[in-house]
């Protein structure tokens, strides 16, 4: 199996995948838990597709102001599928909430909830600082009134509704632009017993969903500035929103665009160059 791959700094994993466009080409992502940095790949069955992959791959690195070098190397065929597995261990979120990959096993402190997760292509394995924050956010949520109905825009992986609706939310549903990202998370659904929570949706289209009591948008901050007001409106009145993916020096501009609509900042927490804001209707 050929693979085309370069390293970037974790900073740039989510606008990579936003910008990339490839066609057939799936970019991939992982990152050691000991490293600050991550490795973008694409695996390609023919290794005459490289030149071109290593072109998409540069081209959507020039879109964030990268210049990549991506390298072309192979690996046996046996081992590539499931390279990605080593990286993706047990991670406790809190005493209530703990999320496992399905090659992992872990015995559940007394009243904790396991969420089982195999992250595929999609964003959202719980070990990024965006989704910690969002899982540790849910959880508090969850703490304090678990009643609420729930909505994850832009759901990834799934793993933010997901643990929304093992930690009892009602009503728990999601929606993606990306179509392999939506069969992903309702897999992720199934395997933790719950049913499809997930559909192909776009912010583009105001009607796209029903409003709900607690949202949650792990996406990049242009996208939560330039939909502000689609965004806003999925929350109900009196709700909670919790918005991620926006590194620090961006967090000023997404709180104003979101004050301007109505909402008020109950909080906010930086992980690294990662800051995440929870916000009252």
Known sequence: MTVVSCSVDERYVNPLFEVFDGGDFVLTSYRDVEETSATMQIFLPDPADAPRAAEALAAAGRIVGLELAPATGSIPDEDWKFSYRKHFKVEVISPRLVVRPPWESVAPAPGQKVLTLDPGIAFGTGQ??????????????AAED????????????????????????????????????????????????????????????????????????????????????????????????????????????????????????????????????????
């Open 128 to 141: 990024h600082p965006t989704t910690r924050a969002c899982l540790d956010a849910i959880d508090a949520l």
């Open 146 to 281: 678990a009643g609420r109905t729930f909505l994850d825009v832009g759901c990834g992986s799934g793993i933010l509704a997901i643990a929304a609706a093992l930690e009892g939310f009602r009503e728990v549903r999601g929606f993606d632009n990306d179509p392999d990202a939506v069969r992903n998370a309702n897999e992720n659904a199934a395997a933790n017993g719950l049913g499809a929570l997930f559909f192909e949706g776009d912010l583009s289209a105001p009607d796209v969903t029903a409003p709900a009591d607690v949202v949650a948008a792990n996406v990049l901050a242009p996208v939560l500035v330039r939909f502000a007001r689609e965004v806003g409106a999925f929350v109900n009145p009196g709700g909670r929103l919790i918005l991620s993916g926006i590194l620090d020096e961006q967090y000023g501009e997404v709180r104003d665009a979101y004050a301007a609509l109505g909402f008020a900042e109950i909080s906010s927490r930086l992980i690294g160059e990662w800051r995440t804001g929870l916000f009252s209707r």
